[in-house]
């Protein structure tokens, strides 16, 4: 496997991580405080363990890839996670963007490539 | 941004959601696992900094239970693992495409405390990425943290 395709497969992987996350968890808007029994759940929901698992291969190949790139050249392309965890939560969760929730995800986007270029 | 959030609140439902209300347990959350993550890089870093002459011969294996067995590299990783349970509450409370970017403030943070604790130099480019980071985040506040579902 080359270090870019490895990169990328990191990157799909860390954005997938998040919706498989956040389909685990759930979606209450009440006020916070969360019994214990909430976390013990966690520990048997198929979603939370797979969100753990892509997490673990995503690092795993972040690590391997950044052993053979520039990570001048590989950070920059982290930021493509927000667009893709917005496309993955539309498309996976039916989440509504705003264009202005998507112009928002744009402008941190190029904050992120312009901290991680030289 | 207030008007803004107010207005968008209002073309959902006549009663706004509790989530759209004020600042909350989760949006402390959000910001509280960003701080330590953060907190974590820099210590795990701090750890390793330490650990590198020690380090520096000697196998894979033997080279990561130097790493393993420094206390800020442990006491890093405990950190970051906090971390990860209030970002976990976080998300349960929270629109995903909302609360992911926004931990993008964490290569913020780093590159503060890289600057701070490390003395490394930060190019202005950099200082201009952060501007824009923060200024995306401020936007996202603005554009409300609940779409219509």
Known sequence: ?118 | MLVNSEAANMTETAQAPASTRGFQAADLAVLGSVLLAATGHIMIKAGLNGAASAAAHGSIIERLIVYFSQPYVLLGLTIYGLGTAMWVFAVSKRDISYVFPITALNYVLVTLGGKFLFAEVVPFKRWLGIAVVIIGVALMQSAGREGSR
């Open chain 1, 1 to 118: 496997m080359t270090a870019t395709l490895a990169l990328w497969i990191s990157i799909l992987l860390n954005g997938l991580a998040q919706v498989l996350l956040k389909k685990g968890v759930g979606h209450s808007s009440d006020q916070g405080r969360v019994p214990a029994s909430w976390w013990i759940a966690l520990l048997k929901n198929v979603w939370v363990w797979a969100w753990g698992l892509s997490f673990v291969a995503a690092t795993a190949l972040w690590l391997l890839a950044l052993s053979k790139l520039d990570i001048s050249y590989a950070f920059p392309l982290l930021s493509s996670s927000f667009i893709l965890v917005g496309i993955l939560s539309r498309v996976l969760l039916g989440e509504f963007i705003s264009w202005k929730r998507w112009v928002a995800i744009l402008v941190i986007c190029l904050g992120v490539i312009l901290i991680a270029t030289k």
